[in-house]
């Protein structure tokens, strides 16, 4: 296998592996985003609680 | 009933005519801007008319929508106009028409003259105005349905650009498209009629969809 | 079975939690597998050369950009017209993922396009078309984001969801008109890939790869969703405080 062949992708890298960077990019950031809102959650939930707990 | 709306509207249209005329105004501006920024070279003028005007109608158009529904929301009248045992297709239909005859018409008719000052030949001119005719009732069925939708929201009218301003799309293409068309001498008849397919669609789908979305955002 | 009983979102929130690793994994594994299949195995084009290999990504996102459209249409439609909360949570949950998707073809197609047209962006009637998809999603989430009563942010959007989708098929149409008017605008350096076996088995192993995945984000944040809008709940507020004894995914 010619690695240096595979990674130049007959000349067209940047096109080739810019667009499965950016895939990865927009996946991964949709994930990403997605688990901070878990945490965001959990904060806001155990705030709230407390909150409610005093009244 | 229908009429009783279309008058009222169109007498409410008349005591704050400086709204109106203020449409008619943007129009007039919004296209004179595009040779500014482009130059006054007339072969070019002659090529971009088409789209200019009917873009600027587009956003005229849009900005209008702002009339539609919001006075009658604020003042409680939309809620009274809802509880009618009228059908509410009937009153919206009624309202679009107001809105269409005080800013649509008159901007159809007003854009030969805007045609001339971009160097558009006789006949483009008199397909600018149908075009404008047909085009322009489209448009204001399809925005009732945004200005409906966004019934008191804030970002007003930015958010009703965003919603509607991809749906005028084929509207777009096809009074253009004919425009063009005319200047090309051949293809007038298919693109007048498909934006006449458009103002039938929409006549029948647009009023029932702005009714069902003044009941959502009334409820 | 009573399959009603999911139709709560307090009821489907756990079977949603336990759903997710069973479409996240098997995504996972296809996408590695369809990246060999088409990085590796299959050949080169004997026109584009390896720049064609642009389109196992790219032509996956574009079905799963149109597909998600007309699929968060139909939840909206349903969550509308029989008043279930979860399938217009669903619907909105779909948007951003679909939104995504149609990005993403649109930059890929603009990469794939520099080399083999010339230019980064060409107007032609299919790039044109996924713009304007772009435009109507952008327009149903932003609705949706600038309303702030949850029942009425879910009509409003159905109804903008079901004039998209009809509207889609005019779009589209009118583009293509618009686009054999103009001719003469895109000039092909390249011409389009013959498809081999190898390259179709990969594509079909992307898109379903995508597939996976969209299902397995969509229910994550439908997850999210639900414990947003079920906040006065005294449940929602356990299961989003506890990390033992919950589903990794439902934490």
Redesign the interface.
Do not use: C
């Given at each position: 296998m010619d690695w240096s062949e595979f990674f130049s992708m007959g000349g067209y890298a940047f096109y080739v592996w810019g667009s499965y960077l950016v895939t990865l990019i927009l996946m991964g950031g949709e994930v990403v985003v997605l688990l901070r809102r878990r945490k965001l959650l959990r904060h806001q939930k155990r705030s709230g609680l407390e909150t409610r707990g005093k009244q | 009933m229908f009429r009783w709306v279309v008058v009222r509207d169109l007498t409410l249209a008349w005591k704050g005519r400086v709204d109106v005329l203020s449409t008619l105004f943007f129009f007039l501006i919004v296209v004179s801007l595009f040779p500014l920024g482009i130059g006054p070279e007339t072969h070019l003028l002659r090529l971009i008319a088409p789209g200019v005007v009917w873009v600027a109608a587009l956003l005229a158009s849009m900005l209008s929508l702002g009339r539609l529904f919001a006075n009658d929301y604020q003042d409680g009248t939309l809620e009274q106009l809802l509880l009618t045992p009228q059908p509410l297709y009937l009153v919206v239909l009624g309202k679009v028409m107001a809105l269409w005859l005080v800013s649509g018409v008159p901007l159809a008719l007003l854009s030969p003259v805007l045609g001339i000052q971009f160097g558009l030949p006789r006949n483009a001119l008199f397909v600018l105005v149908v075009s404008l005719l047909l085009g322009t009732p489209v448009l204001a069925l399809i925005g009732s349905i945004g200005a409906a939708l966004t019934l008191g929201l804030r970002g007003g009218g930015l958010l009703v650009s965003i919603l509607v301003l991809p749906l005028y799309i084929p509207v777009l293409i096809f009074g253009a498209g004919a425009v063009d068309a005319s200047i090309m001498d051949s293809g007038v008849q298919g693109s007048l009629s498909l934006l006449g397919a458009l103002l039938m669609l929409s006549l029948v789908f647009a009023p029932w969809a702005t009714a069902a979305a003044l009941r959502i955002s009334l409820e | 079975m009573n399959w009603y009983k999911y139709a709560s979102p307090t009821s489907f929130y756990p079977l949603a939690g336990k759903m997710i690793p069973w479409f996240a994994i098997p995504a996972a594994i296809l996408f590695l597998l369809g990246?060999y299949q088409g990085?590796?195995v299959a050949p080169?084009d004997s026109q584009q050369?390896?720049?064609y290999?642009?389109i196992f990504?790219?032509v996956p996102?574009a079905w799963m950009g149109m597909l998600l459209y007309v699929l968060m249409a139909i939840y909206a439609a349903i969550g509308w017209a029989f008043n279930a909360r979860l399938s217009s949570m669903m619907a909105s949950a779909i948007s951003?993922?679909g939104a995504?998707f149609t990005?993403?073809s649109l930059?890929?197609g603009s990469?794939?396009g520099?080399?083999t047209w010339g230019t980064w962006w060409v107007w032609d009637a299919r790039l044109t078309s996924t713009l304007?998809l772009l435009?109507?999603y952008?327009?149903f989430i932003?609705?949706q984001a600038?309303?702030d009563d949850p029942?009425?942010a879910d009509?409003?959007g159905a109804?903008?969801a079901?004039?998209?989708v009809?509207?889609v098929p005019?779009?589209y149409?009118?583009?293509q008109?618009?686009n054999t008017?103009h001719q003469g605008a895109t000039i092909r350096l390249m011409g389009k890939p013959t498809m081999a076996p190898p390259m179709l088995r990969a594509m079909l192993i992307m898109l379903t790869a995508c597939w996976l995945?969209s299902i397995a984000?969509v229910l994550?944040?439908l997850r999210?969703i639900i414990?947003?809008r079920e906040?006065n709940a005294a449940w929602a507020?356990e299961a989003?405080?506890s990390p033992v004894g919950q589903p990794r995914w439902g934490?």
């Open positions: - | - | 990246l990085l590796f080169t050369g390896d720049a290999r642009i990504i790219h996102a951003i993922t995504m990005f993403l930059v890929t990469l794939w520099k080399p304007i435009f109507l952008i327009g932003s609705l600038s309303i029942r009425r009509r409003a109804v903008l079901i004039v998209g009809i509207n005019i779009i149409f009118s583009v008109w618009w008017l995945y984000v994550i944040r999210y414990l947003e906040q507020a989003a405080r934490t």
